[in-house]
């Protein structure tokens, strides 16, 4: 239904001060947006492109084993002969954590739906999901392969473990954060529960949603890549661990930075999903 | 006289808790179809307050709320239109959609309907042109335009105003109140208006009710004598403002 009325452009474009808000500038959002985008990210690629420099400097003039630390110009040769092995163990892991991050939605939502929905729902699941979040993982990782095997599952249950939490307080407090005015105004109206729900609460709780999202993501590579280092047979986790074990340092940095990189990927894919969705921010 | 479209018959009400607090006391108004009345009072006077008992929201500690002989909360609530002083038009939906939104909120008919019949009043309101574009793309006027459009579409027969005006700049206010005027039939028989702008009442009004600070009380009752097509000339205009702010200071002397 909103898709409708944001496809047709005003009849009268250019009429009064803000006439001129027509399908025009809603078109070219992403694009300024992209270009913001990478006006922001100069500085941070400056400063990266320093640190890589000193460091470069630092290994030519000391002279240390590239087992010890190789340079980065080193590790960008060996990522690069190394390609097609990268990528597949690339693809793997970031189908765990997608997968992953998917099922945080759908739980995260779920719970964050039914805090909201239920007092005593608040009373008894707060404390354990928060309790959730101190068990130590490392300790899981190795129960669950034991459990679920060394194929996908495993990978996914620790995802969602480590980003479902983000998720669900999130949301939860963008419901509980509406507007008590807004209450008002569809009880005069004549709403119910549901539709307050479907009508104002939910569509003003999302970009909390995102924000949860976004944290989420920068734990979901993270989390893919710990449950393939406790057992798997494919995947950046396990890629990185069999090159520390070979003393293959030069792939373990180029696995270490391929999985900060994919972390950024998936957190500027979920900015713009919300520019997709929060169009009116 | 026909029977009033509202009766508020003696309303009390104290809001508990520990420090218990008295919000009105004995508070009685009649709103005759096709009028227009205000209620101005200082800040803090519960006018809000009697808006919600009125609108059954709020259930009042004693006393009777009769909207087109209804006592029942709930369809006096639905006998009620409300206009608060926020907009509180939705971001994520556009002009055409926020002003649809109790129309199809209410079920009265279907989401295409309501919207047909919200875009077919926005030349009225001064918004044509504006349907699809998003409410941070208007004006504070245009966007308390709105908020009314939503309002009256209801087509229910009792319009609350609480203050719709309080957030506007004076120009605006002034361009609106006239437009109010002028509009406000469109839809409902009967408007209360709140506001603590002397002014705006007597302007808009065929009566006003002066209510005092905390607890709220029915202080006077002035009537604005109006001539053919509601014109109020200047003088009357001023003589009634003066009896409101008179009505007005005597509370705070009393204080």
């Known amino acids: 239904m909103r898709g409708e009325t944001e496809a047709r452009t005003p009849a009268l474009g250019g009429r009064g001060r803000e006439g001129g808000a027509s399908a025009a500038p809603r078109l070219s959002r992403i694009g300024s947006w992209s270009v913001a985008a990478a006006a922001s990210a100069l500085p941070p690629a400056m400063l990266l492109a320093a640190l890589f420099a000193a460091w470069e400097a630092y290994v030519q003039v000391s002279g240390i084993s590239p087992v010890t630390l190789p340079a980065p110009s080193r590790v960008a040769e060996v990522a690069y002969g190394n390609r097609g092995v990268l990528w597949g163990h690339s693809v793997v892991t970031v189908k765990e954590a997608l997968i992953g991050l998917a099922v945080s939605l759908a739980v995260g939502v779920a719970f964050a739906l039914l805090i909201d929905a239920f007092a005593p729902a608040r009373r008894a699941l707060y404390p354990l999901l928060v309790g959730s979040q101190t068990v130590p993982i490392v300790v899981i990782a190795p129960l669950l392969i034991l459990w679920f095997g060394f194929e996908l599952t495993p990978k996914v249950v620790v995802v969602t473990l480590y980003t479902f939490f983000p998720v669900t307080v999130a949301f939860a407090s963008g419901l509980a954060a509406t507007d008590a005015e807004a209450l008002v105004l569809m009880r005069t109206l004549g709403a119910g529960r549901l539709r307050t729900l479907r009508l104002l609460r939910i569509p003003q709780a999302l970009p909390y949603l995102f924000t949860g999202l976004r944290i989420a993501v920068t734990y979901a590579i993270v989390g893919a890549v710990f449950a393939e280092w406790s057992g798997a047979t494919k995947g950046l986790g396990v890629y990185v661990l069999l090159m520390k074990n070979s003393f293959r340092t030069d792939l373990v940095f180029a696995g270490i930075f391929l999985i900060a990189l994919l972390s950024l990927l998936l957190f500027l894919l979920v900015g713009l999903a919300e520019k997709l969705v929060v169009r009116w921010r | ?255």
């Open chain 2, 1 to 255: 006289m026909a029977q009033p479209l509202l009766q508020v018959r003696d309303v009390s009400l104290t809001f508990g808790g520990r420090r218990p607090v008295e919000a009105l006391r004995g508070v009685s108004l009649s709103l005759e179809t096709g009028a227009f009345v205000s209620i101005v009072g200082p800040s803090g006077s519960g006018k809000s307050t009697l808006f919600n008992v009125i609108a059954g929201i709020i259930p009042p500690t004693s006393g009777e709320v009769l909207v087109d002989g209804e006592s029942d909360p709930d369809r006096r609530r639905m006998r009620c239109s409300y206009m608060f002083q926020k907009d509180l038009l939705f971001p994520w939906r556009s002009v055409v959609d926020n002003a649809a939104l109790g129309l199809e909120v209410s079920g009265a008919c279907t989401k295409r309907e309501a919207r047909e019949r919200a875009r077919a009043l926005l030349p009225r309101f001064g918004l044509a042109g504006f349907e699809a574009s998003r409410p941070s793309e208007l004006s504070g006027g245009m966007r308390q335009r709105v908020a009314l459009l939503r309002t009256l579409l209801l087509g229910r027969p009792l319009l609350l105003l609480d203050e719709p005006f309080a957030s506007l700049d004076a120009l605006t206010r002034r361009d609106l109140q006239q437009w109010l005027r002028a509009t406000w039939r469109t839809g409902s028989e009967a408007a209360l208006l709140v506001t603590h702008d002397v002014r705006e009442a007597v302007r808009l009004s065929d009566r006003v009710y002066v209510l005092s600070p905390r607890p709220g009380r029915i202080e006077a009752e002035i009537e604005v004598p109006r001539g053919a097509e509601g014109r109020l000339d200047t003088l009357q205009s001023a003589r009634c403002e003066q009896e409101v702010l008179a009505a007005l200071r005597i509370e705070e002397a009393a204080l």
